[in-house]
Antibody, heavy 120, light 112 residues
């Protein structure tokens, strides 16, 4: 049974960048899609973008198009999400989620989340 | 503002049946499958319903999903205290030039 293991909490300054990783433990990403979904404190879920590692195909939400980069390293079964030009509004828990790529927002495995705090 | 519209709250007593609605458009719910996620306090979301109405193994048949046109619903029958959680609908939005995933704003279910 695959588990998604995420990197640890981060504290960043406004204007800087953060890179969060998501490793598939006990399995691979294979032909699945891996999305990043964030949740600001007390708020709902927000889809940021995804990658289909076997093809290298990416889709990004319009809101994050200019600031987010999602990459995959198949040799280590790890997906990375880098978000730049951080502001306090980027303070949130960032989840990676794996699912059947052809179904878009099918996520049957979720990481535990990584808290990113943006503060001066 | 979320692309998919859900009521912010819902409630029911144990044993009751409650429904949560999710409204979208022709480019998302009207064209793609709907998924439902349950998020318990302090936990990551969990897949509850996929492909509009199918349940992953392990999800009780008290949970059911349906879709008609550009709207979808999640029904929970025989409500239990452990069902108290936030529920989110999601769908793919095929709008060009940038297809993307979209979530509803979430519905907080309270079991009275």
């Amino acid at each position: 049974q695959v588990q998604l293991v995420q990197s640890g909490a981060e504290v960043k300054k406004p204007g800087s960048s953060v890179k969060v990783s998501c490793k598939a433990s006990g399995g691979t990403f294979s032909t699945y899609g891996v999305s990043w979904v964030r949740q600001a404190p007390g708020q709902g879920l927000e889809w940021m973008g995804r990658i289909i590692p076997v093809f290298g195909t990416t889709h990004y939400a319009q809101k994050f198009q200019d600031r987010v980069t999602i990459t995959a390293d198949e040799s280590t079964s790890t997906v990375h999400m880098e978000l730049s030009s951080l502001t306090s509004e980027d303070t949130a828990v960032y989840y990676c989620a794996r699912g059947i790529a052809s179904m878009g927002v099918h996520f049957d495995h979720w990481g535990p989340g990584t808290l990113v705090t943006v503060s001066s | 503002q979320s692309v998919l519209t859900q009521p912010p709250s819902a409630s029911g007593t144990p044993g009751q049946r409650v429904t949560i609605s999710c409204s979208g458009s022709s480019s998302d719910i009207g064209s793609y499958y709907v998924f439902w996620y349950q998020q318990l306090p302090g936990a990551a979301p969990k897949l509850l319903i996929y492909r509009d109405s199918e349940r992953p193994s392990g999800v009780p048949d008290r949970f059911s999903g349906s879709k008609s046109g550009t709207s979808a619903s999640l029904a929970i029958s025989g409500l239990r205290s452990e069902d108290e959680a936030d529920y989110y609908c999601a769908a793919w939005d095929g709008s060009l030039p940038r297809p993307s995933g979209v979530f509803g704003g979430g519905t907080k279910l309270t079991v009275l």
